[in-house]
Each structure stands twice: as structure tokens, then as C-alpha cells.
């Protein structure tokens, strides 16, 4: 673990990025959460993440990146012409969720903001599972730009990833332990009332409350 004192951390109101935050909080190191708006069709996940830095006392800043939405292109998380395939993670298909440079971009600007309050590191919670499906949770990927982050300002700014050898299960039961509220935290990537239980991230939630024997509090359509 980085030894930052002042982070600021990539958040946007999923279950690793609670958990990362409430951690953090616990560590007293968290100065800052950011989120980001950048045309997602799960965007509900930012009233999570905002209910939960209140609960923190966690100061929450929100980063409007919806005029990007065109250069992301055809994806199925922005793309309102694409429909959010179903199944897990593992399945070809799964692809169609990747944002381009998604990670690269939200960690550069959450670097930007960490520079100008003073901050000496960026968190954020890729974890273990991601690394089949986005390259920009990879190992490779991130120790890359951890270099890159040393480098951009006078003072090296650390990038942490507390979960990058973890599995989402593992998370879960770090929560647990954290007192998480898991009914507020949202996964479902197709954004409707209730979880649809049926995509990727849904199947990935289910299936990590049950191995770690964590009473699961969402709600699924299905």
C-alpha cells in the first residue's frame, strides 16, 4: 500500500469504490471523492455515491464528462443504441462494455484535482476480476501509469489500488467487516428501478455476497 497521506479517490457508487471509500475514511486518509458523469446509462449510481459521502462527512466533487459520450463511441454503457449484453463476464460479448480509456481518463483528471487541493495520491478499485474484460484494469496498465503519475507534477502523486489482487467476493467481506450499507451501492449496468440481475456486474454481485457468505440486500428484477 502507497504510503499517500491525502487521497483523493475515483468513486462512483458501486460496491468495490464503497468499499475503497470506506476504507480510506477508516485510515483517515480520504480527503476527497470524485465521481463522474460521463454519459452512463447506470448514471443513478451517482446519487449512491453522493448518499454515501454525506454519510462519510466525505466532501464529493462530480466531474461532467457527458460531452465525451461521442468520442467513447458505440459501446453498450453510453451508446443509447446499444443494448447492455447479459450473461458473465467470462462471454465474448462482455466486450461491448468497455469504455475506451475510460480508467486512464478518470484517473488523469482525479490526479488534476488531487494536485490542486494539495493531495498526494489517487485510489481507485480495480480489482482482480476486471482484469480479463478491461485492459485498463490490467497490472501492466496501471503500474505504467503509476510512473506517469510520479512524473506529472513537481511532488510525485501516488496512484493506489488497495483491491487489484482481490476478488470482488474478498471485497465484499471487507465491507462487511467496514459496516458497509450494501443496498447503497449500485452495480446494474442497464440502470433501471431495480437491479436487472441478469447482466455481467449483476451476476458478478450476486455470485460475490454468496461466496463470501454476506447476506446479499439488493433488490434484482430478475
Keep these: 500500500m502507497s504510503s499517500a497521506n491525502s487521497i483523493v479517490a475515483i468513486y462512483s457508487g458501486g460496491l468495490d469504490s464503497t468499499v475503497m471509500l470506506y476504507q480510506l475514511a477508516s485510515e483517515g486518509r480520504l480527503r476527497e471523492a470524485v465521481s463522474f458523469d460521463y454519459g452512463q446509462k447506470h448514471s443513478k449510481e451517482l446519487a449512491f455515491a453522493r448518499q454515501n459521502c454525506e454519510a462519510l462527512g466525505i466532501p464529493h466533487f462530480v466531474c461532467d464528462m457527458r460531452s465525451m459520450v461521442k468520442i467513447f463511441g458505440d459501446n453498450s454503457l453510453t451508446c443509447a443504441g446499444a443494448e447492455v449484453p447479459e450473461g458473465n463476464y467470462a462471454d465474448e460479448n462482455m466486450k461491448s462494455t468497455v469504455v475506451p480509456n475510460r480508467n486512464m481518463i478518470m484517473v488523469s483528471a482525479a490526479a488534476a ?57 474478498e471485497i465484499v467481506s471487507i465491507g462487511a467487516k467496514l459496516g458497509v450499507d450494501f443496498s447503497k451501492t449500485w452495480s446494474c449496468y442497464k440502470g433501471g428501478d431495480l437491479h436487472c440481475g441478469k447482466c455481467g456486474t449483476c451476476m458478478e454481485r450476486r455470485q460475490a455476497f454468496e461466496l463470501a457468505g454476506v447476506k446479499d440486500p439488493t433488490q434484482y428484477s430478475a
Design 113 to 169: 484535482r488531487a494536485i490542486s487541493i494539495g493531495c498526494d495520491g489517487v485510489a481507485y478499485a480495480a480489482h482482480s476480476g476486471d482484469h480479463a474484460i478491461y485492459p485498463d484494469c490490467r497490472s501492466e496498465f496501471t503500474d505504467a501509469l503509476e510512473k506517469v503519475l510520479a512524473l506529472c507534477h513537481y511532488t510525485p502523486i501516488a496512484l493506489l489500488r488497495p483491491f487489484v489482487n482481490c476478488t470482488k467476493a
